[in-house]
């Protein structure tokens, strides 16, 4: 998947970003200043995809946790296009002091800057905390002749495989699986709708979307089946579906998570990240708030910024060669 250029709808926010980095020293001793009462007024959480999906879900679900511990509204703000591009350009175009969040996963914080040119990298962006994990799932309609992932993955014939838009986190891992030996010809859908949709309606002979409830109770019901995980491991509410890496031939993989965090601009202050770290991990105790994004996405242990950092890094470096292969 040869690097690409996000759409003319970044220039706007590109050239704040550019006017942001000649702020040079002043721009750090301003955020540094204002540490000190951390939050001082209303903090943002950008959300660089439209409402209603996912990660806005769970955006809105962590927000009102937020405001209680720091005592300040907290506000979720969709700024959606370019794949992510257009939010995380705007969080990063704000000063690095802790009032302008974003909430993004995999697709947004990794695959973007590797496939388009954004002007920026997933470097430039500082995590707080990981507030959850899906994996990606391989899944076949109801009627398919395959019945088990290694039926699927090394089927004589060609197969068509829906992906969640084109560059997207599903259409990498679909590729991965390509370049490992699967016989697939990738295509594009608008979203996990979309490839939801193909599978119903027989267009496509499987696909890869980021589980979700909906998903798992199609699962159940037998109107969808969930052959693999494309995760490093299984996951404990699907015990019984191998992850793509048991198969043999395919162990390379494994990378096919999709992991939702909180970040902020690099060079956010310590205290301030240990404040907004320890809100966090707080309201991901939060029963009601672990509800509204699904338990068994939420894990038990917290996984802290210096965590989540190096995960999203492993990802960038598993994916880079297939995104930017010519």
Do not use: W
């Amino acid at each position: 998947m040869a690097r690409r250029t996000v759409s003319a709808a970044l220039a706007g926010s590109t050239a704040v970003l550019t006017l942001a980095a000649c702020g040079g020293g002043g721009g750090s001793q301003a955020a540094a200043g204002s540490a000190d009462g951390y939050p001082s007024k209303t903090v943002r959480m950008v959300v660089p995809y439209p409402a209603g999906g996912g990660l806005d879900i769970a955006a809105r679900a962590v927000a009102p946790c937020l405001e209680k511990d720091l005592g300040k509204n907290v506000i979720v703000e969709n700024k959606a296009g370019g794949s992510g591009a257009v939010g995380t350009t705007d969080v990063l175009g704000k000063p690095a002091d802790g009032h302008t969040l974003e909430m993004v996963l995999t697709s947004s914080a990794v695959i973007t800057p590797l496939s388009n040119e954004v002007g920026y990298k997933l470097a430039d962006l500082q995590p707080v905390g990981q507030v959850a994990e899906f994996p990606y799932v391989v899944i076949v309609g109801k009627g398919s002749p395959h019945q088990s992932l290694e039926d699927l993955l090394t089927s004589s014939d060609s197969l068509k495989a829906a992906a969640p838009g084109a560059s997207s986190q599903g259409a990498v891992e679909l590729e991965a699986l390509k370049r490992a030996g699967a016989p697939i010809t990738l295509v594009p859908f608008d979203g996990t709708a979309g490839v939801k949709t193909a599978l119903l309606g027989k267009q496509v002979d499987f696909g890869t979307a980021v589980v979700d409830d909906d998903i798992l109770k199609q699962h159940a019901a037998g109107t969808l089946r969930i052959l693999g995980v494309t995760s490093g491991d299984r996951v404990d509410y699907l015990p019984d579906t191998p992850a793509v890496k048991e198969i043999s031939g395919f162990e390379s993989l494994g990378a096919g998570m999709s992991y939702f965090g909180i970040v902020v601009k690099k060079g956010t202050p310590a205290n301030v990240m240990t404040k907004l770290s320890g809100a966090l991990q707080g309201c991901l105790k939060d029963s009601a708030t672990r509800g509204q994004i699904g338990d068994e996405f939420v894990g038990d242990t917290f996984v802290d910024g210096a965590q989540l950092t190096k995960a999203f890094e492993a990802q960038s470096e598993a994916y880079a060669p297939i995104v930017n292969k010519s």
